[in-house]
């Protein structure tokens, strides 16, 4: 759980290169999802970043999949998916927001 604490509670890597796009379809595979599971977490709200393209398809860059891994470790601890949206809103909201999503993570530890 530390881990997870660690990787959850940051913004993101600013060093990331965003040039690179992927498919759904390359986002599953590189994750182990389903498309359709991709689809449900965007549909949930958990991916409130992603871009489509002209023609209306999901559009990843390497933030998207580093949400997208977030979402993952908090649902393999038990998290809701209500409750990693919430989580996502709290961390694009920025810094003002560490202690809640560390109060969170906490609270989410004591119930595993």
């Given at each position: 759980m530390k881990q997870l604490?660690?990787?959850?509670?940051?913004k993101g890597d600013t060093q990331m290169d965003n040039t690179i796009t992927y498919s759904i379809g390359d986002?599953?595979?590189?994750l182990g999802l389903t498309?359709?599971?991709?689809?449900?977490?965007?549909?949930e709200g958990l991916l409130p970043l992603l871009k489509r393209d002209a023609g209306g398809r999901r559009v990843f860059t390497e933030d998207d999949v580093r949400t997208?891994?977030?979402i993952?470790?908090?649902?393999d601890a038990g998290v809701?998916?209500?409750d990693s949206a919430q989580?996502?809103?709290?961390?694009?909201q920025g810094d003002q927001t560490l202690q809640a999503r560390a109060?969170?993570?906490?609270?989410?530890?004591?119930?595993?």
């Amino acid at each position: 759980m530390k881990q997870l604490l660690i990787h959850t509670l940051k913004k993101g890597d600013t060093q990331m290169d965003n040039t690179i796009t992927y498919s759904i379809g390359d986002v599953a595979k590189r994750l182990g999802l389903t498309v359709q599971a991709i689809r449900y977490y965007d549909a949930e709200g958990l991916l409130p970043l992603l871009k489509r393209d002209a023609g209306g398809r999901r559009v990843f860059t390497e933030d998207d999949v580093r949400t997208l891994q977030m979402i993952l470790d908090l649902r393999d601890a038990g998290v809701s998916i209500k409750d990693s949206a919430q989580f996502e809103n709290w961390r694009l909201q920025g810094d003002q927001t560490l202690q809640a999503r560390a109060d969170f993570l906490e609270a989410h530890e004591h119930e595993l």
